[in-house]
């Protein structure tokens, strides 16, 4: 079934299909509130007052709610020292109302994120960012339902699930090698028998491996890198990038969010591409949902 899939054009239409993954959470979660009298609940951390995080702190609230996650609000002041942030978060590892914790990144730059990060209790690790959860994602062969995979690649990959292709054999290029996304993205589609290509800021002839790509997941940061004439005829192109740029519209300048793929121009070769905004952003709040039910499930059934 192609889910979320626009019948009228190459769309992958993310929005669609998380709302469609936050209707399932939203039932399962109404079923367990009945079965087990208990909630699933999120413990939000955010340090300080980076716009961006407000925004998406405040998204992935509301998301939560609305399908019956307990949010456990927790905004701090951005001087607050490592050992407080770090006892905090011992605390929320104790509470059994707390299925999953959120630090919210990025953290003040006086404390260490990586240590923030590997102080969460694994079975609690709402993004999958944690050592634990990384290398049993490395080391499963298939895609076990209880492991807790960070929310973006995982978004990704429901998005390729949801077309209908088969994704065995194909050659995926995965441009972008961050522990949040480029990493954990080629492992999932390793695990889906894709040959896998990563490629970064380090190497040579981006156009020439990209053209090579059957499935290409652009994850740079960079707006518009990635040029239609480097996407193969009939290409799957995942667009992560969200860059907040200055452009004239009617006359005027203004901000605008245009993704990591020359959208206009790689639309006429792709056979299915994501937009953005509305393309892969609304999957990474509905997959955290979704590892909130996944670690309240491995906790009390
Ligand atoms: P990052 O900065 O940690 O990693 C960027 C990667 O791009 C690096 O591995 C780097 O090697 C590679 N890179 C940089 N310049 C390059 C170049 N010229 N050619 C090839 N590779 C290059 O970023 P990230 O956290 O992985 O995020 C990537 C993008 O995805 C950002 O725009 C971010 O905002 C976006 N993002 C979106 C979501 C979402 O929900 N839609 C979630 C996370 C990240």
């Known amino acids: 079934m192609n889910i979320g899939q626009d019948s009228m054009s190459k ?19 109404s079923k367990l509130k009945i079965n087990y009298k208990k909630e699933p609940g999120l413990a939000v951390v955010q340090v300080g007052n980076v716009a961006a995080s407000s925004v998406y702190v405040k998204a992935k609230t509301k998301s939560a709610i609305e399908v019956g996650i307990k949010v456990i609000d927790h905004h701090l002041d951005e001087k607050i020292t ?3 942030l770090l006892n905090l978060v011992d605390s929320l590892n104790k509470q059994d109302n707390v299925s999953g914790i959120l630090v919210q990144l990025p953290l003040p730059v006086h404390i260490n994120e990586q240590v923030v990060l590997d102080s969460i209790d694994p079975n609690k690790d709402a993004d999958g960012f944690h050592p634990l959860n990384v290398g049993k994602l490395s080391i499963s062969a298939t895609n076990d339902e209880n492991l ?3 929310c973006t690649p995982y978004g990704c990959l429901l998005m390729l ?4 292709v088969e994704l065995k054999g194909k050659h995926a290029v995965v441009i972008g090698r961050s522990n949040i996304v ?5 492992q999932l589609l390793l695990k889906e028998s894709c040959t896998v290509t990563i490629a970064h800021s380090k190497t040579t002839d981006l156009p020439k491996i990209c053209s090579e790509a059957d499935i290409l997941v652009a994850a740079v940061g960079r ?6 004439n480097w996407i193969k005829k009939n290409a799957i192109v995942i667009d992560v990038g969200i860059n907040r740029v200055q452009r004239e519209i009617d006359g005027e300048q203004k901000n605008k969010l245009v993704g990591d793929v020359d959208y206009s121009e790689a639309e006429k070769n792709a056979s299915f591409i994501t937009p953005v905004p509305g393309g892969v952003g609304p999957m990474t709040i509905a997959c955290l949902l979704r590892n909130t039910t996944i670690a309240f499930k491995n906790k009390f059934i």
Request: glycine share 10%.
């Open 148 to 150: 807790l995979i960070p």
């Open 223 to 228: 707006p518009e890198i990635v040029k239609g």
């Open 161 to 164: 699930n949801s077309l209908g």
């Open 82 to 84: 490592q050992k407080e």
């Open 182 to 186: 480029g990493k954990p993205m080629a």
């Open 11 to 29: 769309i992958i239409d993310g929005k669609k299909i998380a709302q469609e993954l936050r209707e399932d959470l939203k039932k399962e979660i």
